[in-house]
């Protein structure tokens, strides 16, 4: 659990203007002709960007969580599952890459203190870390029974992903194998999917094999993704993963450009074995 320092309010400052001459201040409008509304509206937005439930929001990774959420919404249409089904899929997906967020961010509080990283609320001490693992504790409490509601081998599936996410976390993240828990995480959706019904009733059956490699090869691809924007600093920390070797052979600008010509290509290949032989095997 962060310290007192570290959970107590940032003061906000107010900086004077510099002095005028007196021929530039009979020209300044005074004080009380400036309107007072952007001051109020500012205040406001500070105390929305300080607001508790908006700092969790933000410790989650809402972006690679909607992102996810919409991927794997989209692949149960393709698959055939109903709008319940897809919609109980896309609150599961949420509420779990909520809690690999919130993992990551605990994990990372020390790295991201020392790098002064932004978007950071529980390193730069605005979000308290015990209130963080309460959050991920009732969302894991949560996410159990969203899974199996889809039925208890799509369940299983979708659990084992978000555990071997959160060991991600911790374990091989520095090394030359850190791409291979991200692509057993990633090679659980298909089975996610393909056995996903309603009421815990498992429907369907076994991915295909194509499936799940292509689905195994993206999770290396995001994973290159999502390590761009921490290149320098892990660097200067002395890790040695894949993405990071990429990088400075590369160059982030070429990597990156690699990367998302790599992820089209995949999610091409995905949407061909889809159009060819489905789903399932």
């Known amino acids: 659990m ?3 320092s570290q959970s107590a309010p940032k003061t906000i400052f107010t900086v004077s203007p510099p002095a005028q001459d007196q021929d530039q201040q009979e020209t300044q409008p005074s004080a009380s002709a400036v309107p007072d509304a952007p001051a109020g509206r500012q205040s406001v937005m500070d105390r929305i960007g300080n607001w ?11 972006r690679q969580a909607v992102l996810t959420a919409i ?3 989209v692949a149960a249409v393709l698959a055939g599952l109903t709008t319940r089904e897809v919609t109980l899929i896309a609150v599961t997906v949420l509420v779990g890459q909520a809690v690999l967020g919130w993992h990551n961010d605990l994990v990372d509080q020390a790295v991201d203190r020392r790098h002064e990283r932004e978007g950071k609320p529980i390193s730069d001490g605005r979000l308290e870390a015990g209130g963080v693992w309460f959050a991920l504790c009732c969302g894991v409490l949560l996410v159990i029974p969203l899974s199996v509601t889809s039925g208890t081998v799509a369940g299983l599936f979708y659990l084992g992903s978000l555990v071997i996410g959160m060991l991600a976390n911790v374990l091989l993240r520095k090394g030359l194998f850190s791409w291979v828990l991200w692509a057993a995480a990633f090679a659980c959706y298909p089975g996610y999917i393909s056995y996903a019904g309603w009421a815990g009733e498992s429907a369907g059956g076994p991915p295909h094999w194509a499936m799940v490699a292509l689905a195994a090869a993206l999770g290396v691809g995001v994973h290159f ?3 761009l924007w921490g290149l320098v600093a892990d660097n200067q920390d002395g890790w040695t993963y894949l993405p990071l070797k990429a990088g400075l052979k590369l160059g982030a600008g070429k990597l990156l450009l690699v990367t998302l010509v790599y992820i089209a290509l995949v999610v091409g290949g995905m949407l061909y ?3 060819a032989v489905g789903l399932r095997a």
Do not use: Q, Y
Not at 52 to 62: C, E, T
């Open 2 to 4: 962060a310290n007192a």
């Open 52 to 62: 508790a439930p908006f700092l969790l929001v933000r410790s989650a990774h809402p």
């Open 71 to 73: 991927g794997l919404s």
């Open 225 to 227: 993704l999502t390590a």
């Open 273 to 275: 074995v889809a159009s």
